[in-house]
Nanobody
Framework: QVQLVESGGGLVQAGGSLRLSCAASGGIFTIKAMGWYRQAPGKQREPVASISSGGYGIYTNTVKGRFTISRDNARNTVHLQMNDLKPEDTAVYYC??????????????WGQGTQVTVSA
């Protein structure tokens, strides 16, 4: 049974930073792509960033240059460093594990989500 547990969300002022972490258990972490999605109130869940099994990161345009995704295969953990946060980044952030080594394989497992709130 795969479990994804997020941490690191919270309340921050605009321009501030947060670092989200996702600890994965079960399955084989190193051969799967991992990613982060977010869902704001009244909106659909959207992809934020993903990282392939080989460590290649992909970002949605609105976070490029501000967010960095990384993975620690020794600890089965993926991180999302979020800098220069904006009020429009406010959302519940979900960790995702993909079916294969890249995000094109589709999400197989979701975490429970962690709230990020950015005040103006």
């Amino acid at each position: 049974q795969v479990q994804l547990v997020e941490s690191g969300g919270g309340l921050v002022q605009a321009g501030g930073s947060l670092r989200l972490s996702c600890a994965a258990s079960g399955g084989i972490f190193t051969i799967k792509a991992m990613g982060w999605y977010r869902q704001a109130p009244g909106k659909q869940r959207e992809p934020v960033a993903s990282i392939s099994s080989g460590g290649y990161g992909i970002y949605t345009n609105t976070v490029k240059g501000r967010f960095t995704i990384s993975r620690d295969n020794a600890r089965n953990t993926v991180h999302l460093q979020m800098n220069d946060l904006k009020p429009e980044d406010t959302a519940v952030y979900y960790c995702a594990r993909f079916r294969g080594p890249t995000s094109s394989s589709g999400v197989e497992y979701w975490g429970q989500g962690t709230q990020v709130t950015v005040s103006a």
